[in-house]
């Protein structure tokens, strides 16, 4: 693929076809379908994105008589020939760069057909440009099959061109076009929640930051991020270039301030939050549907997935005004008014895809020294602080410091007075008793998942915790029944904090467990169904199928013995 190119490159290319008849032009079929596609949809006015030396609207002149037109395009050499045309006074052409807009108005109420005619190959910022059409107008738009030093972007077929624009167009004609080489696509531009901007805050996330910008489009109208000045990679030019306004941020160890001096520069009247190494899934329309199912909320739970499986809710999606983020780390947002739930959208947190390694190291070796430290300090100011105890034993518990994780999920299941969340005071007993196991304490173990499970019944963590110990007991049999009780848990549809889903119902993780009792107690077909069903389960890791499939091998071949 080559790179997106300045206005000096389009101005050479074509200062090189001067003189040369539209109808001899390679492009000239594609001017014709898109013409025959604006007269079919009874156009009014015509605004022609990247129109480039005029050849379309001359065909539109001809075909669509009583069309009124708009085109625009970066290169002044372009605009220069188009405007040599004389077409009449209903053709207008613009030397502008498209990033800063096109204020167009269609005065008269017609309807309107926006072209994007062989030019969103030519930019990264391609769902942005198209994100700035208003909701309800009809988009026309023809995209190649085939690499150019001009490209960033090619498709091998027009589904693969609807699948990337399917957020912001709702694509209802596709079209092989007669040079062989290009598709096009007609639709309407998806209603959307208006007044969104993404907030980032970024350091280092090249990687990942475009995916994350790009799963936005259609949904948000701005995107701001604040990059640190120490950052060394491209993340800021990535940002840039499609369509992020950019601001730089002198680092202060505090993620608060950081989300706070973006919030600063939010000029719309909601804000949308990712990290660059994360993205958004969601359907077509999901987050304007919810936003007006309810009107009065002030900030909406999003469920966040994380890269093992588990998965929490934060308020990701808020009204700019009144809200605030404190903590300097595990930051806690307060909203100015109600908080509802958005049911569909999803955030994908993924630093191994959506983050480079050495930006990992850098940022897991920031945790375990900054973050710890922090956590502390803050203890030292307020003993009864319990939300940093946690996320403390949390750090001690990532780094594989186990006393030093027990030590802190205790002391917060032990301190009066602090301001613990039952998800939280759950999660802090069964990590305190995976601290216990790792140790050999297996006592200790017992007696937190038996505190876990006064805490919160209808969670699996807690029958998960107590299997595993009666497991290491070598009590198969008790492993089995704790193990049969976790699996009977359904996994909380509106959980706080992380649900790990692959030991609630139906997971993985849990299956293995009661597949593995079933080994050790004999019972080798239940062992040997319960395999095959983890093999056909997309969930299973990669690294896990070998074991597992050696596992319905053994059992198998214990069934073919007793036979």
């Known amino acids: 693929m080559g790179e997106e190119r300045a206005a000096a490159y389009y101005d050479e290319v074509h200062g090189r076809l001067i003189g040369v008849p539209a109808p001899d032009k390679p492009w000239f079929p594609i001017w014709k379908a898109v013409a025959e596609q604006v007269l079919r949809l009874e156009a009014d006015l015509v605004i022609d994105l990247g129109c480039g030396t005029g050849e379309l609207a001359s065909v539109l002149s001809t075909c669509v008589p ?54 969103l190959e030519h930019i990264q910022w391609d769902l942005t440009l198209l994100a700035r059409v208003p909701d309800g107008a009809h988009v026309i738009a023809t995209v190649p099959d085939f690499d150019d030093p001009g490209h960033v972007r090619h498709f091998s077929s027009a589904r693969e061109a609807s699948e990337r624009y399917m957020q912001i167009v709702d694509v209802v004609h596709t079209e092989d076009l007669a040079t062989g080489h290009h598709f096009m696509l007609e639709g309407r531009r998806r209603e959307h929640a208006p007044g969104i901007t993404l907030a980032m805050i970024a350091r280092d996330e090249e990687t990942g930051i475009g995916r994350a910008i790009e799963s936005a489009a259609g949904i948000v109208d701005d995107v701001v991020v604040l990059v640190d000045e ?35 520069h939010v000029r719309t009247p ?33 469920e966040v997935e994380m890269e093992g499986g588990s998965r929490h809710r934060h308020v990701r999606l808020h009204r700019a ?70 996320y403390l034993g949390q750090q001690h518990r990532d780094a594989g410091r186990w006393e030093a994780a027990h030590y802190w999920y205790e002391r917060y299941g032990r301190t009066e007075g602090g301001n613990q969340w039952p998800e939280e005071s759950l999660i802090a007993a069964a990590n305190a008793g995976r601290a216990a196991l790792m140790l050999g304490d297996l006592e200790a173990a017992l007696e937190c998942a038996h505190r876990a499970v006064l805490v919160m019944p209808d969670r699996a963590e807690c029958r998960m915790l107590e299997g595993d110990v009666h497991y290491a007991r070598r009590m198969y049999a008790e492993a089995l029944t704790a193990f049969e009780q976790a699996e009977a848990c359904a996994p909380p549809a509106a959980a706080r904090l992380w649900v790990d889903r692959s030991i609630h119902q139906g997971g993985w993780k849990v299956l293995d467990n009661i597949s593995m009792c079933c080994w050790h107690l004999g019972e080798h077909a239940r062992g040997a169904s319960l395999c095959e069903r983890l093999l056909s389960m997309d969930e299973l890791p990669a690294k896990e199928r070998p074991r597992v499939e050696d596992n319905l091998g053994w059992h198998r071949g214990k069934l073919d013995g007793d036979g």
Not at 83 to 101: I, K, N, T, V
Not at 251 to 257: E, G, Q
Not at 292 to 299: K, L, V
């Open 321 to 390: 005004k009144g809200a605030r983020w404190r903590n300097p780390v595990h930051n806690i947002l307060d909203v100015d008014g109600p908080v509802a739930s958005l049911s569909g959208p999803v955030v994908v947190h993924d630093r191994y895809s959506g983050q480079s390694r050495e930006s990992r190291a850098r940022r897991n070796a920031q945790r375990d020294e900054h973050v710890t430290a922090i956590l502390e300090e803050r203890i030292r100011e307020d003993p009864k602080d319990t939300r940093s105890m946690f």
């Open 270 to 302: 909601w804000v949308l939050w990712l990290d660059g190494h994360e993205h958004l899934r969601c359907g077509p329309g999901e987050i304007g549907r919810g936003m007006r199912a309810d009107p009065g909320a002030a900030g909406f739970w999003i």
């Open 66 to 119: 009583d069309v009124t037109y708009w085109g625009c395009d970066f290169s002044a050499v372009a605009i220069e020939q188009a405007r040599s045309l004389e077409l009449g006074e209903r053709y207008g052409f613009e030397e502008r760069d498209l990033r800063a807009g096109f204020p167009i108005q269609n005065r008269d109420g017609g309807r309107v057909v926006y072209v994007c005619c062989e030019i």
């Open 230 to 264: 120490a950052t060394t990679d491209r993340t800021a030019k990535i940002a840039r270039g499609l369509g992020a306004r950019v601001i730089g941020y002198r680092w202060s160890d505090d993620f608060a301030a950081a989300r706070n001096s973006a919030l600063e």
